[in-house]
C-alpha cells in the first residue's frame, strides 16, 4: 500500500484487446494493466459465445506492433463478465493498482478510460482513446454497477458522415468500450460491461460489473496469488456527489475515525504499566511463533516469519483473514494481538481492529436453538452481531447504537476476540460431549456465519485463546473454521538468559542495583534446554514474576533452580510474593490509593477477585464477563438486598422533604412551614376550599408518583443508567478516557450544573415551606458546596465508566427541564395559578428531577463503598487506578482486570493454576 495514492487511470496502462473471430472478422475491446504483464478486460471481448477462448492479441504494449495473450481465467458464471489476460513481454516494473469494493447504494464518482468504436482510428491503426466519467450506483439484488455517464455524448450523425461512422452511430456508441476499468479515486471498483438499454437511455447509462461479483471466486483467488496480485479489496468510503472526486482516497467515516482514536488509546491504556517482562507492548519479549494448522489459507504467507513487527504482514498475506494466536498461559498471546491491533490501525482503508473479550458472550436466546438446522446458522451470525454492536456501547467505544450497527454491519471492524478459553472445553472428554445445544457450539456456528458484507466468504477474525490443558488435545482444533492456527511458544534457554543479563527487568530494592542472576544464569549455560530455569521460567509471566520476586527478595534466584523444591512449590512462591513485591515499589513511586500494607492489598484484590468469580455469565439479564471490575456493577460487592434497602432510604428522604414542602405550600402557602406545623400542634386545620383541594390533590399526586419512582429506581438491580444511544443527544456524548479526565473551564461548566442542579433543588423546598429568601441563601450556599465538592474534590461520574463531557449531562438536564417547563404550562392553570408560574416551577423541578434520576448509578456505587468500608477502599475506583500503574491490573474497555488470568486464579484459590 506504500502507492495507493497512485492517481487512475493512467493512459499508459490502458490497452485494446483484439479477438479473432473464425468468420476472419475481429471484436475489439478495452483493457486494463493490471499488474506486471496482467491486464483486466471484460470476458465477452475475449471469449466466444460457445465458451471456448479466443485468439488474443494486446495493443498498446508495443508501439510497433500488438503482443499474444492468453485467457488465465474466467468466472464460471458467465454473466460476470470480466476476465484475466496473461502474456509474455519484458518486466516494466508496473505497481499492482488497489481494488475497490462498494459497499452501499450511495453514489459515487468514477472514471475510465476506454476504446469506444466511435473515436475511429488514426493513420498508424491505433484507435484514439476516450476518458469516460459519471457516477456509479450499485444494485446489490442485480450484483451489478449502474454508471450514469457525465462524459459528452454523441453529435447527432447527419447526411454528410462516412458510412464506417453511420454504421458505428447505429450500434452503441461505447461498443469497444467494453473492458473499460472504472476508479473511484486509486481503487479499481469495476469492469464496463454493456449498455444498460441504448433505446431507453440513450447512451448515458451503461452497466459494469463490481470487484464484489467476482472476489470471492476461488479460481481468481488462485490465480490472484499465482499472478501476484494485490490480495485486500479495501472500502470505498460515502461521500458526495461534490466532493467524492477530491475526497482523500481511504477518507474515513467521522465515527470511524472516533472508533480509530478510542482503540489507539485503549491499546495504550492497556499496555500502560505492564512492567516486569515489559514496560510497554513495544519492549515485549519477541516470542518465537509457528503456524500449526490452517497452512492451505497460510499459503502466501509462508515465507513470513511471525514476529511481533512482522505479524501483521503475515496476517495480510491469509486467505481468508482468520488467525487464531494460542498457546500455554503466560505466554505473550495478548501482547502479539495488541501489537497486530496498532499495526493494522495505521493501514489506510483497513477495518479498525476491536478487543472484544468472549468471557461475556451470551447464550442466544431458547427460539434460535429451536430453529430448524438450516435456519440457525443465520439466527446465530445475527446474534453475534448484536452482541458486538452492545459491547461496542458498553464499552464506550461508539456514540449510538446507530453508529455501532452500521461499523457492525458494514464490516468496518475487525474483531479481536480473546477469552474463548474460558468457553472450551478442558478435555477431550468433555469436548466430545460439546454438540450444537452448547454455548461453545453456538459460539463456533455464529463465528462460522459471520459473512463479509456480501455473504460470500467468511468474515475476518482474530481470535486469542489458551492451549487446552489436555496434553492429547491438538492445538490446532481450535474451532474457528478456515482459521490459520498461529502458536505462541515457550521461552528457550537462549531467551531467558538474553533476557536477565540485559538488566531491564526490576533492580534490587533495597540497594537499586541488578540483581545477581549467576545461580540461574550458570544453570542455563550448563544445561540448556534441560536446565531447571529453562523449565520454570518458560513464559514471559513466570520471568515477570520472578523478576520481581528476585528485586524484592522474597525469592532468590538460587531458589528459582533449586532441586529440593517442587516447580509447583516454587510457581506457588512466586505468585505469593508478586503483589507484595509490586506494592514495596509502587506505593513509594505512584500516585493513587495503594493500602497501608501488601496483607491490605492482597485482601481487597482477593475480594475483587472472589466478586468476580461468583459473579459470571448473565445476571438478572445482564451477561458478565467475570474478568472485568466495571464501576457500575461492582455494588453487588456489598449485599445485594442491604445496598438497595440504604439506597431506598437515601433515595426516598429528599423526595419526601420536597413532597412535603409542595403539600404545605397548597395548604397554607408558600413560605409558611412554621404556621403550617404551629396550627397543626394546636389542632387548627385550615379550612380547604375548593381550589386549595384541587391544589392539594395535585401536590398529592405528584409526591406519589416522585415516591413510586425512586422506590423503583432504588430498589430494581441494576440501576438505571444514562441514555447513552440516544441519537438526539449525540452531539454531546464524547466521553474522554480515564477517571477524572476533565480540566479547566469544563470542570468550571460541569461545577456549576451539579451545584445548580442540588442547590436549586434544596432551595425550592426550602423556598415552598420558609419562603424565597431562606431558599434563595440555602440553595446558593448548597450549591457552592457541592458544585466545588462534587466536582473539584471528588470527580463526580455519574456513569463510574470514564467522564462524560459537560454538555451530556447539560443537554440532559434541559431536555427534563423543557419538558416538564410545557407540563407546567399546561397543567397549572386548571389549579388557578398563572402559566408562567407553571413553566417556572416546571423548569426548575424537570432541571432538578433530571439530574437526580442520572445520579442513580452513582448513589449506588457509593452507598456500596459506604456499606463495605471494611472490605474495601472507599475510592476504589482511585486503588484501581493505582493497581493499574502498579502493573497489578489493566484497563479494559470501561473496566479494570487482573493483569494476568492466573494472578486471579491464584487470588481465589489460593494455588497456582497449574495444580
Partial sequence: MRDHQEAHPRPDRVVETVMDLRDGNKKWGTGYLIADRVVLTARHVVHHPNGDPGHVTVWGMSPLEPVPARVVWVPADPAIDVALLEFEVPSAGVKNVHWGRIDNGSPREVSGMGFPSRQGRADDGVRHSDHLWGRVTLQPRRNILAVDIGSPIRRAPDLRDEPGQLERWNSSQWSGASGTALFCGPLLVGVLSKDA??????????????????????????????????????????????????????????EEDALHLAMAKQIEAFTAGWHGVNEQADQAIDVHCRAVDGKEQARKAQAIPITHDLIHEYYLALHPRRLVITGPSGSGKTILALRLMRRLLDIPGHPVPVYF???????????????????????????????????????????????????????????????????????????????????????????????????????????????????????GDIP???????????????????????????????????????????????HRDQSVAARRLDTPWRLTLAEWAAASGRVSPAQLVATDTSDMEVERELLASFVPSVHGYHSVYSQGTSGESPEQVMSWLAVLAHHLEQNRGTVHGVPLSGREVVLNRIWPIAGTKRV?????????????????????????????????????????LPALSDVTRRRLTGALCLTGGLLLAGVYYALRYWPWMPPTHWPLLAFAQRRTQGLRARHGPRRIVSGIEIGGAIGLGVGMAVTLAFGWVSGVAVGAVTSAVFGWGM?????????????????????????????????????????????TMGALFGGCFGFVLGFGFFLVPWLRYITAMT?????????????????????????SGVGFQFRHQELQEWIVRKQPPSA
Fill in 357 to 475: 473479550n468472549l468471557a461475556s458472550w451470551r447464550a442466544p436466546r431458547p427460539k434460535i436453538r429451536q430453529m430448524p438446522p438450516e435456519a440457525r446458522p443465520k439466527a446465530l451470525a445475527n446474534c453475534f452481531e448484536g452482541w458486538l454492536i452492545d459491547q461496542l456501547l458498553e464499552n464506550d467505544l461508539v456514540v449510538t447504537r446507530r453508529v455501532a450497527r452500521r461499523l457492525v454491519n458494514g464490516r468496518k471492524i475487525l474483531p479481536v476476540l480473546d477469552g474463548m478459553d474460558q468457553i472450551l472445553p478442558d478435555s477431550a472428554a468433555n469436548s466430545a460431549s460439546t454438540d450444537e445445544d452448547s454455548v461453545l457450539g453456538d459460539l463456533v456456528c455464529a463465528l462460522d456465519s459471520y459473512r463479509d458484507i456480501h455473504g460470500g466468504s467468511r468474515a475476518p477474525l482474530v481470535l486469542a485463546t489458551r492451549t487446552r490443558k489436555d496434553a492429547k488435545s491438538e492445538t
Fill in 644 to 684: 438497595r434497602i440504604a439506597h431506598l432510604f437515601v433515595h426516598t428522604v429528599p423526595l419526601l422533604f420536597f413532597g412535603l414542602a409542595c403539600i404545605i405550600a397548597t395548604i397554607s402557602g408558600p413560605g409558611h412551614a412554621g404556621e403550617f406545623f404551629t396550627d397543626l400542634w394546636q389542632g387548627r
Fill in 480 to 526: 474457528l473454521p478456515e482459521g490459520s492456527v498461529v502458536e505462541v511458544e515457550r521461552l528457550t534457554w537462549r531467551q531467558i538468559q538474553e533476557r536477565l543479563e540485559s538488566d531491564q527487568g526490576p533492580h534490587d530494592q533495597e540497594t537499586n542495583r541488578p540483581v545477581n542472576w549467576q545461580p540461574v544464569l550458570r544453570d542455563l549455560a550448563e
Fill in 197 to 254: 438499454s441504448p433505446d431507453m437511455y440513450d447512451g448515458r447509462r451503461l452497466h459494469a460489473v463490481p470487484v464484489s461479483a467476482w472476489w470471492n471466486d476461488p479460481e481468481f483467488v488462485q490465480q490472484s496469488q499465482r499472478l501476484g496480485l494485490d490480495g485486500h479489496c479495501y472500502p470505498v468510503p460515502d461521500s458526495t456527489p461534490e466532493a467524492a472526486v477530491a475526497a482523500p482516497p481511504f477518507a474515513r467515516t467521522p
Fill in 867 to 891: 456499606l463495605a468500608r471494611k472490605e474495601l477502599p472507599w475510592r476504589l475506583a482511585a486503588f484501581l487506578d493505582w493497581a493499574k500503574k502498579a502493573g497489578l491490573m489493566t484497563i
Fill in 791 to 835: 466536582e473539584v474534590k471528588v470527580g463526580l461520574d455519574r456513569t463510574l465508566s470514564g467522564n462524560f463531557q459537560p454538555e451530556f449531562f447539560w443537554a440532559l438536564d434541559l431536555l427534563g427541564a423543557g419538558g416538564f417547563a410545557t407540563v407546567g404550562a399546561l397543567v397549572f392553570p386548571l389549579l388557578d395559578y398563572t402559566w
